[in-house]
C-alpha cells in the first residue's frame, strides 16, 4: 500500500531533549516536507527536500533540522526541544517534475514538550 | 509577503444545504492550488487547480479557479454529515513551496 509513515504517533519530552521524528515514503517520491499545523495558524512548511542531499528551508524552520540521505526518509530533527515546538507535525511527499501531482501526508506526530 | 485567506472561518449548516468556501491568495510565482479535506487526522487531497475557468467535479464537491483576481472556490451540494471538517487551501509557489491557509470549519447538522 502506498503510504507516507511516521514515528512516532505521539510524544511527550522535556525542554532540550533531544528528539527524532522520523518520515519514510513507499512511494518512490522525489519531493517530502514537513509541517507544523498550530490552532489559529493553519499548516505551516518547516522543510522541504526536492530529492537526496537537497533542502531548503520553508517558512518556519527556526529550532528544527533536516537530512535526506536517502529517497524514502526525511527526519525532523529537534536538537533543543522548547515549549513553543508543542505542535501537530505532518511530514509529505509528492513526486517532483511533475505539477500536477499533489502531496500526500502521513497521519502526524502530536508533539507536547514540557 | 506571499498570504492566503480563507472564509468563512467557520460554517454550521443543515443537511442538504448547498455551501460555498472562499480561498483568496497572494503569492510569488504561483503554479497551483490545492484544496484538501482535513477530519480528525491528515489532510486528504480533494482537488488541484492550475488554470483559470475551468471547473474541476468530484460528486457534490466542485472547484474554481481565477487567476486573474486570485482566488479559488470550493462548493459543496446537498451537504451530508459526513462533510464536517476543515477544508484547506494551498497554493503552491515558487518552485515546491506551499502556503496553507487556516481553513474553514465545516459542521452538518442532520
Known amino acids: 500500500e502506498a503510504q507516507v509513515t511516521q514515528n512516532p504517533r505521539y510524544l511527550i519530552t522535556v525542554t532540550g531533549k533531544k528528539l527524532t521524528v522520523t518520515c519514510s515514503q513507499n512511494m518512490n517520491h522525489e519531493y517530502m516536507s514537513w509541517y507544523r499545523q498550530d490552532p489559529g495558524l493553519g499548516l505551516r512548511q518547516i522543510y522541504y527536500?526536492?530529492?537526496?542531499?537537497?533542502?531548503d528551508k520553508g517558512d518556519v524552520p527556526e529550532g528544527y533540522k533536516v537530512s535526506r540521505k536517502e529517497k524514502r526518509n526525511f527526519p525532523l530533527i529537534l536538537e533543543s526541544p522548547s515549549p513553543n515546538q508543542t505542535s501537530l507535525y505532518f511530514c509529505?511527499?509528492?513526486?517532483?517534475?511533475?505539477?500536477?501531482?499533489?502531496?500526500?501526508f502521513g497521519p502526524g506526530t502530536r508533539l507536547l514538550v514540557l | 509577503e506571499d498570504k492566503v485567506v480563507q472564509s468563512p472561518l467557520s460554517l454550521v449548516v443543515h443537511e442538504g444545504d448547498t455551501v460555498t468556501l472562499n480561498c483568496s491568495y497572494e503569492v510569488t510565482n504561483f503554479r497551483s492550488l490545492l484544496w484538501y479535506k482535513q477530519e480528525k487526522k491528515a489532510p486528504t487531497f480533494l482537488f488541484m487547480l492550475t488554470s483559470s475557468g475551468i471547473e474541476k467535479k468530484s460528486g457534490r464537491l466542485s472547484s474554481i479557479l481565477d487567476k486573474k483576481e486570485l482566488f479559488s472556490i470550493l462548493n459543496i451540494t446537498a451537504t451530508q454529515t459526513g462533510d464536517s471538517a476543515i477544508y484547506l487551501c494551498a497554493p503552491q509557489y515558487l518552485s515546491y513551496k506551499y502556503i496553507f491557509g487556516t481553513g474553514t470549519r465545516l459542521k452538518v447538522l442532520a
Open positions: 527536500s526536492m530529492n537526496v542531499e537537497a533542502t
Open positions: 509529505a511527499s509528492s513526486p517532483q517534475g511533475r505539477v500536477q501531482e499533489t502531496q500526500y
